[in-house]
Structure formats: C-alpha cells, structure tokens
C-alpha cells in the first residue's frame, strides 16, 4: 500500500494524547513560573539562573542520557520518567502553599525536571520511528500532529490558563503540571511494546556515546540539523529570558496580557507545523528549513524594534510560524535517515549541542539586559539567528537531502558510518511529484 494512503497506528493516537495532556501542563507552567519568579526577584541574572538550570543536564548527561536509552526500553523510560515528574512538581507546589518558595529550590527543580525531559525526549524520538515501521511519509505526518498538538497545549490554550490559575494561588499552575505527567504516564504505560535494545555488553556506556556523538559530527547534513538549533538556542533562551520584563516594563503587558503574548507565539506555531509539509514539497526540504530560518530571525527583528503589544505579538506569531515548520521538518528528516540502534544517541547529542548553547544564552540575555537595555538581547539574538542562517544553509541543502534520502537502508540508515556524498543534481518535489516528508520543549 502507498505509504501516503497509510493510516497511522492505533498506538500513535494514545502517545499523541499523551504528549498532548503532557505539553498543557507544560504551558501552564511556560506561563506561570516566569511570573512565579518574579514575585521573588526583579533580577534579571536571578531570572537567567532559573531558565539556565532546566537546560544544564542536557550538558552533562546529554550524550549519556542517550546511550542510556538506547539499552533500556524505550516505552518504559518514557511512562517512568513522568511519573517521576509528577511526584517532583509536587515539592514546589508545597513550598508555595507554605509560603517558603525560592529562587534557588526553583532553579533545583528545573534541573531535575530536565533531566526527565532529556530522557523522556529521547526516548520518544526513538520509538516514534519503530511504531511508525520507519516511513518517511508517516513520520512527517506523525510529527506534524505531535508538533500541531504540542504547539496548541502548551502555546495556545495552556499560557493563559497559566496565567489564571496563578492567580488562584501559587500552588495551582504546578499540581496542574503534576497531573499532566501523571496522566501521560498511564497512556504512556498503555503502549504497545517497541524494539527490544540490541545488546551491546562488551561496549562500554561511553564508547557507545562516543559512537553516537562521532556519527553526527562526522555527517555534514546532519552536523547541520544539530548546529542550527543550537545556534539558535542561544538566541532563543536569550530573549525568553527577559521576555516578560520587555512585556512588562517596554510594552506595558500585565499577567494576562503576558499569557495572550505567548498565545500568539503559538498560533503562529500551529499554523507552522501546518504548512510544513506543503513548503517541503514546494521548496524541497533543505530550501525550506533555510527559509524557516531567515523568517525566525528577521521575526525576533522586530519583536525588538516592536513599539506595542500588538506588533510585538504579530512578530512572536511569525517566528512562531518558521519555528513550528522547522520542528516538524528536521526530526523527522534524522528519524528517517539514522539507524534504529543508534537512533537515541544521535537524538541526544543533538539536543546536547542544543540545550547546552540554552545555558550561554540565557546569562547572555540577563547580562546584556543589565549593561544596557532590556531591548538589546533581542536585537542581539536577531542577528545571530541570521548569521546562522548564511552559514548552515549549504550543510542542510535540497542535493544533500536526498542523497541521504536515497542511501537509507531497511533498519534506518547507512549501517553505522555516515556519508558525505558528493553532491548530485537534486530531484525536487514538484506540484504532482513524489512528497519527502520529515520533521524538541524544552528548549
């Protein structure tokens, strides 16, 4: 049957229900902690700690993290690590009710919360492809609805409900957190089994990571792929940092305002995810991520240079827009090009190189927001994500796509060592042609 007749697994819809209930609980929290911390400072350097604190096990166990996951279950690394989850937001919860809430505890539980992102993430990455039998088609289409669903949970509806349940109290964004992951994990628990880990006793934990780190670094296409999300990590931490101080002291913006600012950011990110698909067809899959790119830069551009609220929120829905495509376009390009057994490592040195760039951009923002103006890391951050733009377009080009495309073997990829082919005349999807289809939060 053609691949694009398909229909996706019953399986599939219980993940995406769980991620779903999963990223509503997250944009409650993307929302509420922000505005949670500034009850308690009006320093941006203290805000920076808190951002930074979530991304930093992604620099010390990222590559780990991976190999780890590679030699456990992946279904059961994902329900327990939620579980886990919930049972942590309830220690902030607390500490809020009973009025003892601090800077530091909450900069302890954005640690903790993402390391079980870094393994619940990696370990989705990885099985998504074996519940999907690797095809490309379904897989752009399977990280299309994710990526939709993930952008409206915790970008459209879960911000201004995290901005209302805060003020009902403290307390009451984080054990709404905590019942998400709670709930995902019972869906999470309920999926059907997938791949069994290949043994690989005689290797040691950090040669395996080593493997994985060497495959992307010595891949061209995707060297790219990882550098350009961590180049933009930089940037993007960078201005949330000192997004809801710009909201509040430059636009004006109150609580809820600040939550329907991040709706529109959202908005933008469905739409996105959306058109995905029809931009990779029409501009072919390396073209079309350069563009998301450019539109994300010279968005951040003018959220900087925004005199209002309703200029700054147009800006957050563009850049939005070319996040939201990038994020369906990309993992689903290495899910379909990367070996099933080296599938985790290679997803995890990724987010490595990602979130370990999030930690450098968050002090940069709270610096640069402290020496000069509040405006400057925006400014800042633009001119990064366009110089980034120029400098990885040739590594993520149309031509270096296919070959890979083409080169992909029945478990994934080309056996265990990239390739950098040379370039060949690129086959581009046309208006009746064939579709190539491919495709994180936490930063």
């Known amino acids: 049957m053609n691949s694009s007749a398909r229909k996706l ?20 929290s993307h929302a509420a902690l922000p505005l949670l911390a500034l009850t308690l400072t009006r320093d941006p ?12 096990p992604w620099l010390l166990f990222g590559v780990l993290g991976g190999a780890l ?42 640690f903790l919360l993402g390391l079980g992102g870094l393994f619940f993430d990696t370990a989705a990455t990885a099985y998504l492809p074996d519940l999907l039998g690797r095809d490309p088609v379904l897989l752009e289409r399977a990280n299309s609805r994710l990526r939709g669903a993930q952008t409206a949970a915790s970008g ?14 403290r307390a009451v964004p984080l054990l709404t957190d905590a019942l998400s992951f709670a709930l995902s994990a019972v869906l999470v628990r309920s999926l059907p089994a997938g791949r069994r880990p290949v043994p690989q006793a005689k290797e040691s934990l950090l040669r395996q990571a080593r493997a994985g780190a060497s495959y992307v670094f010595r891949d061209r296409l995707l060297l790219g792929l ?13 201005v949330e940092t000192v997004l809801a101080l710009f909201a509040h002291d430059r636009l004006g913006i109150g609580t809820f305002g600040f939550g329907l600012l991040l709706t529109a950011e959202a908005t933008g990110g469905l739409l996105g995810a959306g058109i995905a698909s029809f931009l990779g067809r029409r501009l072919g899959t390396g073209a079309a991520l350069t563009c998301t790119a450019a539109v994300e830069g010279l968005a951040v551009l003018g959220l900087a240079a925004a ?3 309703y200029a700054a929120g147009l800006a957050l829905a563009v850049c939005g827009a070319g996040m939201g495509a990038t994020m369906v376009l990309a993992p689903s390009l290495r899910q379909a090009i990367v070996p099933a057994h080296l599938m985790g490592r290679v997803t995890s040195t990724s987010r490595m190189l990602a979130m370990c760039a999030a930690p450098f951009g968050a002090f940069v923002g709270g610096w640069l927001a402290s020496t000069y103006d509040v405006r400057t890391p925006l400014y800042a951050a633009a001119g990064l994500l366009l110089t980034m733009t120029a400098v990885t377009a040739t590594m993520t080009s ?17 056996d265990d060592s990239p390739s950098d082919p040379e370039p060949v005349p690129p086959v581009l999807p046309g208006p009746e042609g064939p579709v190539l289809e491919d495709a994180p939060r936490s930063s």
Not at 45 to 56: D, E, P
């Open 226 to 238: 990882a550098l350009r999300p961590a180049v933009g990590n930089i940037a993007f931490i960078a």
């Open 156 to 169: 459209f509806a879960g911000p201004p409900a995290g901005s209302a349940l805060l003020a009902l109290g």
């Open 69 to 110: 996951v590679d030699r456990w279950d992946r279904r059961r690394t994902m329900w327990v690590t939620d579980a886990a989850r919930a049972v942590l937001l309830a220690i902030p919860a607390a500490a809020a009710a009973l009025d003892v809430l601090s800077i530091p505890l909450l900069a302890a539980v954005a």
């Open 9 to 28: 697994p019953t399986g599939f819809g219980r993940l995406w229900t769980a991620q779903t209930v999963s990223s509503l609980g997250d944009g409650v």
């Open 45 to 56: 350097m203290a805000l920076a700690v808190v951002t930074a604190a979530g991304t930093l």
């Open 398 to 414: 149309n031509r270096r796509v296919e070959a890979a495309l083409r080169s992909v073997t029945p478990d994934g990829g080309p």
């Open 307 to 309: 005199p209002n609220a």
